[in-house]
T-cell receptor
């Protein structure tokens, strides 16, 4: 069974500071890993994905994440926060379900990012 | 392409009422999913349909039924709504690769 743990339900940073959102996963098979962003009253937007290629993954809006198998982690970073980055961020893991080719996503509980001027 | 569409966008029900949330996709995707989002809980899978004619339970199926009407449409029905079903509901679809495309959500309040 797969699971995701996001450390910190709320992270607050100053504009221009480093953003670090933590995600650890559990998976019985090599996983696919994702970060999604949700702006207030909107749906989910894919930020970036890891699908067993390069371990350092670059996404949209200057975000990147590094897959570390030994630590079962997939932390999201951005060197310099912008006010527009304020949103809720979800880490998710996907495995191909047994007996078929259906990828079910399991989400973490989310981290709300606040950016202070 | 409209992508994944959901209707209605907002709904208020009284306890015990029934309703159906509609989801449609125009991307010729095989698989479709229903999630609910609750504060501090992330998104949790209610039901999914790997292909037309098949449906399976997800993590939190109790109190819900689904119908995969055709390849385009996947509906979620609440037969007797309860306050615990107050949530934001997201539909998603996927063709053959890993990526799921999400709809804009339906915000449901059960009084």
């Amino acid at each position: 069974a797969q699971s995701v743990t996001q450390l910190g339900s709320h992270v607050s940073v100053s504009e221009g500071a480093l953003v670090l959102l933590r995600c650890n996963y559990s998976s019985s098979v090599p996983p696919y890993l994702f970060w999604y962003v949700q702006y207030p009253n909107q749906g989910l937007q894919l930020l970036l994905k890891y699908t067993s290629a390069a371990t350092l993954v670059k996404g949209i809006n200057g975000f990147e994440a590094e897959f570390k198998k030994s630590e079962t982690s997939f932390h999201l970073t951005k060197p310099s926060a912008h006010m527009s980055d304020a949103a809720e961020y979800f880490c998710a893991v996907s495995e191909e379900s047994s007996g078929g080719s259906n990828y079910k996503l399991t989400f973490g509980k989310g981290t709300l990012l606040t950016v202070n001027p | 392409n409209a992508g994944v569409t959901q209707t209605p966008k907002f709904q208020v029900l009284k306890t015990g009422q029934s309703m159906t949330l509609q989801c449609a996709q125009d991307m010729n995707h095989n698989s479709m999913y229903w999630y609910r989002q609750d504060p501090g809980m992330g998104l949790r899978l209610i039901y999914y349909s790997a292909s037309e004619g098949t449906t399976d339970k997800g993590e939190v199926p109790n109190g819900y039924n689904v119908s995969r009407l055709n390849k385009r449409e996947f509906s979620l029905r609440l037969e007797s709504a309860a306050p615990s079903q107050t949530s934001v509901y997201f539909c998603a679809s996927r063709r053959t690769s890993w990526r799921q495309y999400f709809g804009p959500g339906t915000r449901l309040t059960v009084l």
